[in-house]
């Protein structure tokens, strides 16, 4: 969909801005408000109930544009040792370890009292600004390229207050800053219902590969086939020619270290074991001393003590090393491989690491490697195990493309609904007549 342009622009001698309709102004952020540096504790603080709190790192993984309601709490105690919030400021996160996301903010639109921890920068205006479309304008891509030529640091990124008041935004009058941000949430509200619509789906592909997946690697492919109590609850049922077989038959544990050339390998719920620098969205730094990590050979099984409950563990197609927090096992067996690692990563057998965890609540549950070992599995021969690996490659290549039309359409959107934040807030739409308030 095309939108209205202005009838006049002018250029607005900044690099990053180019040209802004000619009755808007040009200001930095120290000409709309002081910037303050916010104060506070650790992780530790954290409570369920208190007074509310943002820290540097909710900019992040939680808020986006808005912070419509802060995600942890500290005591009341505590709280006068953080820096106190309140409604029309614009936080900024002031470090982090990617240059193009330093400086990540978002506005506070609720009334509460509430604080914020250290690392992050309060921008709290002292003249009428809309703070709906501060929201928008501070973390546009305008915004979010200049504070990345801000950053200063190696491995952490850092930016300060000095530097963020020079942050330049077009602004206009404040009737018309309204009605920018309430085209912008209509217009975004419309891309988001969209993009849960993509994502929904693709949770509706992944539940029944999924479902095919846990059928073949427990019934079989042969529905006709003679079946027999496993005597095992969780899995009712199984063929008749299965036998049973515990882990400590098939793997023993192994911690091999001082392997500091290799690849870094990581475990996630949704893949299986990976090389780490194939994600980007892995937050936990890598240390530079790699000396106790663990290496992993081809076939080995990885899992994640403190996840295996959700899912994160798989048997390994690279060379690599890996955190000596995960425990390795080496294979001691003849089976299929890839059999084994859509078994052991079956829905029904998280549960069952869930059952055998020890931990009183789920950040803590942990799972012991000889509980782990103990399990009873059963499994084919191993014509029947590669005829069931290569059906699943066949559901892969069905439901494969169909997830990845599905996150390409996501991208697409996000990018979208990127640019036409980033156009509105700079001027590149006049929106004045399409927000449905009045507007200078």
């Known amino acids: 969909m095309s939108f209205p342009r202005y009838p006049k622009y002018k250029d607005?001698?900044?690099?990053?801005?180019?040209?802004?309709?000619?009755?808007?102004?040009?200001?930095?952020?120290?000409?709309?408000?002081?910037?303050?540096?916010?104060?506070?504790?650790?992780?530790?603080?954290?409570?369920?109930?208190?007074?509310?709190?943002?820290?540097?790192?909710?900019?992040?993984?939680?808020?986006?544009?808005?912070?419509?309601?802060?995600?942890?709490?500290?005591?009341?105690?505590?709280?006068?040792?953080?820096?106190?919030?309140?409604?029309?400021?614009?936080?900024?996160?002031?470090?982090?370890?990617?240059?193009?996301?330093?400086?990540?903010?978002?506005?506070?639109?609720?009334?509460?009292?509430?604080?914020?921890?250290?690392?992050?920068?309060?921008?709290?205006?002292?003249?009428?600004?809309?703070?709906?479309?501060?929201?928008?304008?501070?973390?546009?891509?305008?915004?979010?390229?200049?504070?990345?030529?801000?950053?200063?640091?190696?491995?952490?990124?850092?930016?300060?207050?000095?530097?963020?008041?020079?942050?330049?935004?077009?602004?206009?009058?404040?009737?018309?800053?309204?009605?920018?941000?309430?085209?912008?949430?209509?217009?975004?509200?419309?891309?988001?219902?969209?993009?849960?619509?993509?994502?929904?789906?693709?949770?509706?592909?992944?539940?029944?590969?999924?479902?095919v997946i846990s059928h073949a690697v427990t019934k079989g492919l042969n529905p006709d086939a003679p079946m027999k109590d496993s005597g095992v609850e969780w899995l009712g049922e199984v063929p008749e020619h299965w036998k049973a077989v515990r882990l400590r038959w098939l793997f023993k544990q192994t911690k091999r270290q001082d392997q500091v050339d290799k690849q870094v390998l990581s475990v996630y719920r949704d893949y299986g074991v990976i090389p780490k620098d194939s994600r980007d969205d892995n937050l936990n730094k890598t240390p530079e001393d790699l000396t106790k990590y663990q290496l992993v050979e081809r076939n080995d099984l990885v899992v994640n003590k403190m996840k295996a409950w959700q899912g994160s563990l798989g048997i390994s197609p690279y060379e690599g090393v890996t955190s000596p927090d995960y425990v390795v096992f080496a294979p001691t067996h003849r089976e299929n491989p890839l059999f084994l690692h859509h078994l052991l990563r079956d829905k029904k057998m998280a549960d069952v690491y869930r059952s055998i965890s020890n931990g009183i609540r789920p950040s803590q549950w942990r799972l012991e490697p000889d509980q782990f070992l103990g399990l009873p599995i059963f499994v084919p021969l191993t014509d029947e195990q590669q005829a069931i690996v290569a059906a699943l490659e066949e559901i892969e290549l069905l439901y494969g493309p169909l997830v990845a039309e599905a996150l390409s359409a996501i991208t697409l959107l996000q990018e979208r609904r990127s640019a036409l934040i980033s156009a509105a807030v700079t001027g590149q739409i006049d929106v004045r007549g399409l927000a449905g308030s009045e507007a200078a």
Do not use: N
Not at 165 to 185: C, N, S
């Open 12 to 211: 607005s001698g900044v690099e990053w801005l180019g040209h802004v309709p000619e009755h808007w102004k040009v200001r930095h952020l120290r000409q709309i408000g002081p910037l303050l540096k916010g104060c506070g504790g650790s992780k530790d603080d954290v409570v369920e109930t208190g007074v509310p709190c943002v820290r540097y790192g909710d900019l992040y993984t939680t808020h986006a544009y808005f912070i419509r309601q802060a995600r942890t709490c500290v005591t009341e105690e505590r709280s006068a040792d953080y820096f106190p919030v309140r409604r029309g400021d614009v936080l900024f996160a002031a470090s982090g370890e990617d240059l193009a996301e330093i400086g990540r903010s978002a506005a506070v639109l609720f009334d509460e009292r509430a604080c914020c921890g250290g690392d992050l920068v309060v921008l709290r205006p002292d003249v009428p600004v809309a703070t709906e479309f501060m929201g928008y304008a501070c973390d546009c891509w305008v915004a979010k390229a200049q504070k990345a030529s801000m950053g200063r640091g190696t491995t952490v990124k850092h930016i300060y207050p000095d530097e963020l008041k020079r942050l330049l935004l077009a602004v206009p009058a404040l009737p018309e800053q309204a009605a920018i941000a309430a085209f912008l949430d209509r217009e975004t509200a419309k891309i988001d219902a969209l993009i849960a619509e993509q994502q929904r789906l693709i949770e509706l592909l992944q539940e029944k590969r999924q479902a």
